[in-house]
């Protein structure tokens, strides 16, 4: 059974920092790319950042240089460290994994195979 569990979302102000876990399970994590995606309600989820199988990753724009996408394949774990906060990074973060993937195209959401549950990420002033 494929598990994707999230943790470390919470409230913080702007220009604050969190870091969310996401730990694999049920498939070889190894072999996959994986991502963060994001989404608010009334607006579909969208591509934060990925990581393929052999470290290359991928951001979309507005988090270049504030976020930053690590994996540790011994733990089957996926990192987001995200600083330097915004009003507009609120929302739920979900852990996707994707095999054989175009690292930038990953963002897309297009073949993801596996969702986490989420875990959501409040940004206030």
């Known amino acids: 059974q494929v598990q994707l569990v999230e943790s470390g979302g919470g409230s913080v102000q702007t220009g604050g920092s969190l870091r969310l876990s996401c730990v694999a399970s049920?498939?070889?994590?190894?072999?996959?790319?994986m991502g963060w995606f994001r989404q608010v309600p009334g607006k579909e989820r969208s591509g934060v950042a990925a990581?393929?199988?052999?470290?290359?990753?991928a951001y979309v724009d507005s988090v270049k240089g504030r976020f930053t996408i690590s994996r540790d394949n011994a733990k089957n774990a996926l990192y987001l460290q995200m600083n330097s906060l915004e009003l507009e990074d609120t929302g739920m973060y979900y852990c996707?994994?994707?095999?054989?993937?175009?690292?930038?195209?990953?963002?897309?959401?297009?073949?993801?195979?596996?969702w986490g549950q989420g875990t959501q990420v409040t940004v206030s002033s």
């Open positions: 049920g498939f070889t994590y190894r072999n996959y790319c």
């Open positions: 996707a994994a994707e095999e054989n993937c175009v690292t930038s195209a990953m963002l897309d959401g297009g073949f993801v195979e596996y």
């Open positions: 990581i393929s199988s052999d470290g290359t990753t």
